[in-house]
């Protein structure tokens, strides 16, 4: 093994879906995958196949459909976790059962109320299990980072023992620092005999904002693996940035002496995908991906950039593959050329889904004149989802005023009928979701509504992502137009289809 390597474990789709909100289908689940393997990352942690019937079907799809990279399946050290993964995987062209048991005092005592020697057998059992489906099995101590030393390393040296390839170090609820981490890595390779027989991977939690960090301490302290999200997604304050990481391996190669196999040219296009599809937007001021990231406001600054770029910059926009706000095509543009482009931006779409976004993409260069990468994209979020739903937007009609009652008249199709109907709101966008309701028969609340332009004008398009909240689970819909009232009903349509779906 190359002692230099350090491999890229993305779990933008495990851990990174347990955002609040993020919940994601089949189809964008797989489009994602599709999109990481063209990232380069070498492993995609695709869910957690016990946990529910779309977690199951998806971990299934990437198994057969992505090719490259390993695709990982995580499993309690519980039989039928381990079960589930291992037939989810059965596909894949390189499974990996990913199996975890608390290992933390804290845990043991509340939430397992178990030994110490109770949770060893567990992990030793549940790894054999899972070697008895895959090679290759890893194995976490969830919670490393506040587990007793000579538990984590009997249980690290017993896991090896047992068939484990891969040992993986929690810092389950982002409480340790760079020094801390880095030393129990130094000692994890010190204490533990057979350490040399597994690849050492780390997993960081930002609680603090320490994520990146501590990855990057372990990584120069001997860690071989970095457990990374994209845009850092991920459980309460996320998980280190598979970007953030990157990035710095790749600009300080100097210092750190590591090689990886990222395309970093895809790392734009990736941030923005996962971000359209989560309906998380990125912080202007975050690092690599944000808006702001390669912006020079100050006149020294501009100046100077313009003598020479390194003054200032210390990565290149191209390095991320970050060309600012490309028009892409136009109205005489035909849907090859759609197809293409789309493609080129990780999306590939069926003959019925290209054919809704063409439509959507004539409508939108009829009002504006120039089509960028960032309205293709909130145009694709919004259609890829449209041909497994059950209600579709055939015609609105709004009145609204200071002076009048907002009222909303909808007719949606629905499997082959037309049906229509009216109501008025406090607003038009209120009046129009009581409509939407009234027609689907639809009781939800409205937990969240953001509005924004994707890009500058009059003319831009509006992007809405909204938040449904039904039996106190939230579901997501995304909608984009010219017009940010039909923006705002295809976004509730959206959501209210993930219920009928779900349903
Ligand atoms: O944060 C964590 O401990 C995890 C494990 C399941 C690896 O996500
Ligand atoms: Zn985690």
Redesign the pocket.
């Known amino acids: 093994m190359d002692q230099n390597r350090v491999y890229i474990f993305d779990?933008t789709l495990r851990?990174g879906e347990q955002s609040p909100g993020a919940s994601l289908d089949i189809h964008e689940k797989v489009t994602i995958a599709h999109q990481l393997a063209k990232l380069g990352v070498d492993v995609i942690e695709a869910g957690f196949p016990v946990s529910s019937q779309v977690q199951f079907k998806a971990v299934q799809n990437i198994a057969e459909q992505v090719k490259g990279p390993s695709i990982a399946a995580?499993a309690r050290c519980i039989d039928v976790d381990i079960e589930q993964a291992a037939r989810a995987l059965e596909k894949a062209e390189k499974p990996r059962i990913?199996t975890?048991v608390a290992t933390s005092k804290i845990h043991l005592d509340k939430k397992f109320k178990k030994s110490e020697d109770e949770i060893l057998d567990m992990a030793i059992k549940g790894v054999k299990k899972a070697k008895g489906y895959v090679a290759d099995v890893e194995f976490?101590p969830?919670?490393s980072a506040r587990t007793g030393k000579a538990f984590l390393f009997k249980i690290v040296q017993a896991a090896i023992e047992a068939g484990a390839t891969v040992i993986?170090i929690?810092?389950?609820v982002g409480y340790t620092n760079p020094e801390e981490f880095a030393e129990l890595i130094k000692e994890l390779r010190q204490s533990v005999s057979n350490i040399d027989n597994a690849i050492l991977s780390v997993?960081c939690?930002n609680d603090l904002g320490l994520a990146v960090a501590n990855t990057l301490a372990a990584i120069k302290n001997g860690a071989q693996q970095a457990?990374v999200t994209i845009n850092g997604v991920g459980?309460r304050a996320g998980n280190a940035a598979l970007e953030e990481v990157v990035m710095t391996l790749v600009t300080r190669q100097g210092y750190y002496g590591k090689t990886l196999s990222i395309n970093a040219e895809e790392i734009m296009n990736t941030s923005r995908m996962v971000s359209h599809l989560m309906g998380i937007p990125v912080q202007p001021n975050k690092a690599i991906v944000g808006g702001n990231a390669f912006a020079h406001e100050s006149g020294i600054h501009q100046d100077a950039v313009i003598k020479d770029a390194s003054t200032y910059e210390i990565m290149s926009p191209s390095d991320i593959g970050l060309e600012s706000n490309k028009i892409v095509l136009g109205r005489h543009s035909g849907r090859h050329g759609l197809k293409t482009r789309l493609a080129e931006l990780g999306f590939v779409l069926i003959k019925e889904e290209l054919d809704h976004v063409y439509d959507r993409f004539l409508q939108v260069a009829d009002k504006k004149k120039e089509v960028y990468e960032e309205d293709l994209l909130a145009l694709v979020s919004d259609e890829t989802e449209k041909t497994e739903n059950k209600y579709q937007l055939v015609y609105f009609h709004i009145l609204s005023g200071n002076q009048t009652a907002p009222t909303a008249a909808i007719k949606l199709r629905y499997e082959d009928k037309i049906i229509q109907d009216a109501a008025v709101g406090d607003g038009p966008i209120d009046a129009a979701c009581k409509a939407i309701d009234k027609l689907t028969g639809s009781d939800v609340k409205l937990a969240e509504y953001n509005l924004r332009g994707v890009t500058s004008g009059k003319d831009a398009l509006g992007e809405v992502v909204v938040r449904l909240e039904k039996n106190g689970k939230k579901y997501l819909g995304r909608g984009a137009s010219t017009d940010v009232i039909e923006a705002s009903i295809r976004a509730y349509l959206s959501a209210v289809n993930r219920i009928h779906t779900e349903k």
């Open positions: 779990t851990d995580l990913h975890f976490s969830e919670d993986n929690p810092d389950t997993h939690h457990e459980e």
